[in-house]
């Protein structure tokens, strides 16, 4: 089963470009609204940096998110976008000062802060700024995430978040800073995860702590467990999206939220990676020694998750219905890794042949790069074309 694109619209258009579904966006996030809508108290954060495209973006909004965001351009870009700051929560281990002082100035809705460093100097500018900063801390919860290595961030071993051992004693420092309102604590144990079990290790951490921080009488509001939930990216036709009942369902089982706190969620891939795909042309069929390639006008620049974590992308030729043949799928850039695939079958291909790499909606487009100053590709959505 191969999926359906508007393959006569797409003639005209120059290659490499992405191909956004709207229609699939919308169900997805109709769907994230309910799931999430049936738990009282739960809040749903889009992560920009999945893909910051204006109309993605605006899609989004409308929907109702909040805004997750981890530099100060994405906070301009989901307030161009239309996002109430009061929905915007920033994350991230290297924020500059001028990025604290413009999610000051917008008033966000909270600082996801990573080290005691940071506090102190977010302390200091809001100080400066005659404001409050409101803070939760990110918690490195030392959770392992079923997912590829490049891509956890909730090992004791990753640059992320605050160590358990210490947060007791950041929270009271945090306490005491005149320009720090303390809200709440932030988690984000990596991506790409499907296994519910890894969430589930993550509520019983959430729980102890929460045990721990009651015993000393330390009031937490909020509660952000960050992102992370995967899709099945082998079968974007059949499995279209995420499973967010169980993902939602598992958090209202196993946290134990306190009264009155607030749940936070921070989704990027789940709600974006399937409505998008890379269409890209065949150049060139070349024979090598032990197998053939398709060379296609898209590269890593384009999308470079294959390259950058050996991710695998379902590829299709949305052109040619011949029999099934081997190919190596590669790019023209001048990297041995710019490769989207190997032996996998497609129907035969011939120059012109356009070929749809699926998912790419997540971590394709934002990611793309100048290198071998190639142009970045054009994003198109079902809406406009
Ligand atoms: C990347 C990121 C997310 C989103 O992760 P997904 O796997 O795309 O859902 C959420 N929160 C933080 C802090 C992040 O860095």
Same mark, same amino acid.
């Given at each position: 089963?191969?999926?359906?694109?508007?393959?006569?619209?797409?003639?005209?258009?120059?290659?490499?470009?992405?191909?956004?579904?709207?229609?699939?966006?919308?169900?997805?996030?109709?769907?994230?609204?309910?799931?999430?809508?049936?738990?009282?108290?739960?809040?749903?954060?889009?992560?920009?940096?999945?893909?910051?495209?204006?109309?993605?973006?605006?899609?989004?909004?409308?929907?109702?998110?909040?805004?997750?965001?981890?530099?100060?351009?994405?906070?301009?870009?989901?307030?161009?976008?239309?996002?109430?700051?009061?929905?915007?929560?920033?994350?991230?281990?290297?924020?500059?000062?001028?990025?604290?002082?413009?999610?000051?100035?917008?008033?966000?809705?909270?600082?996801?802060?990573?080290?005691?460093?940071?506090?102190?100097?977010?302390?200091?500018?809001?100080?400066?700024?005659?404001?409050?900063?409101?803070?939760?801390?990110?918690?490195?919860?030392?959770?392992?995430?079923?997912?590829?290595?490049?891509?956890?961030?909730?090992?004791?071993?990753?640059?992320?978040?605050?160590?358990?051992?210490?947060?007791?004693?950041?929270?009271?420092?945090?306490?005491?800073?005149?320009?720090?309102?303390?809200?709440?604590?932030?988690?984000?144990?990596?991506?790409?995860?499907?296994?519910?079990?890894?969430?589930?290790?993550?509520?019983?951490?959430?729980?102890?702590?929460?045990?721990?921080?009651?015993?000393?009488?330390?009031?937490?509001?909020? @509660?952000?467990?960050?992102?992370?939930?995967? /899709?099945?990216?082998?079968?974007?036709?059949?499995?279209?999206?995420?499973?967010?009942?169980?993902?939602?369902?598992?958090?209202?089982?196993?946290?134990?939220?306190?009264?009155?706190?607030?749940?936070?969620?921070?989704?990027?891939?789940?709600?974006?990676?399937?409505?998008?795909?890379?269409?890209?042309?065949?150049?060139? /069929?070349?024979?090598?020694?032990?197998?053939?390639?398709?060379?296609?006008?898209?590269?890593?620049?384009?999308?470079?998750?294959?390259?950058?974590?050996?991710?695998?992308?379902? /590829?299709?030729?949305?052109?040619?219905?011949?029999?099934?043949?081997?190919?190596?799928?590669?790019?023209?850039?001048?990297?041995?890794?710019?490769?989207?695939?190997?032996? /996998?079958?497609?129907?035969?291909?011939?120059?012109?042949?356009? @070929?749809?790499?699926?998912?790419?909606?997540?971590?394709?487009?934002?990611?793309?790069?100048?290198?071998?100053?190639?142009?970045?590709?054009?994003?198109?959505?079902?809406?406009?074309?």
């Amino acid at each position: 089963m191969k999926g359906t694109f508007p393959k006569e619209k797409f003639a005209s258009l120059q290659t490499p470009f992405y191909y956004y579904d709207m229609e699939l966006l919308r169900q997805t996030l109709d769907v994230i609204r309910r799931e999430a809508g049936r738990h009282e108290d739960f809040h749903v954060h889009y992560a920009v940096k999945a893909n910051a495209n204006s109309k993605v973006l605006r899609a989004i909004r409308q929907a109702g998110f909040g805004a997750d965001c981890v530099s100060g351009g994405e906070i301009r870009a989901a307030l161009d976008a239309g996002f109430a700051p009061d929905t915007i929560v920033y994350a991230g281990v290297g924020k500059s000062d001028w990025e604290i002082r413009l999610g000051l100035e917008a008033a966000i809705h909270c600082f996801n802060v990573e080290s005691l460093a940071e506090l102190e100097v977010i302390n200091e500018i809001a100080a400066e700024m005659g404001t409050i900063a409101p803070v939760a801390l990110r918690i490195n919860p030392d959770v392992g995430a079923h997912t590829h290595a490049n891509i956890t961030t909730g090992l004791a071993e990753n640059k992320f978040g605050i160590a358990m051992r210490d947060m007791e004693h950041v929270i009271e420092q945090a306490q005491q800073m005149p320009a720090i309102s303390f809200t709440g604590l932030h988690f984000h144990i990596g991506s790409q995860i499907l296994d519910m079990g890894d969430f589930q290790a993550l509520c019983n951490r959430i729980n102890d702590l929460q045990t721990l921080l009651s015993r000393r009488h330390i009031d937490v509001a909020s @509660i952000n467990v960050g992102g992370g939930l995967g /899709i099945d990216y082998q079968h974007p036709n059949r499995v279209p999206m995420a499973d967010f009942k169980t993902y939602f369902d598992t958090f209202a089982r196993r946290l134990r939220l306190l009264p009155g706190q607030t749940l936070h969620f921070e989704l990027g891939r789940a709600v974006v990676a399937p409505m998008g795909s890379l269409i890209t042309r065949t150049l060139y /069929i070349k024979e090598g020694a032990t197998k053939k390639f398709c060379i296609v006008d898209a590269g890593m620049t384009d999308l470079i998750r294959p390259a950058l974590y050996q991710a695998y992308h379902k /590829i299709e030729n949305i052109t040619s219905d011949e029999p099934m043949e081997p190919y190596d799928v590669v790019g023209p850039i001048c990297e041995s890794s710019d490769v989207f695939a190997k032996r /996998i079958d497609l129907n035969r291909c011939q120059r012109g042949d356009l @070929i749809a790499i699926r998912s790419a909606g997540a971590y394709g487009e934002i990611m793309a790069s100048h290198y071998n100053c190639r142009p970045i590709p054009k994003a198109y959505t079902s809406d406009d074309i």
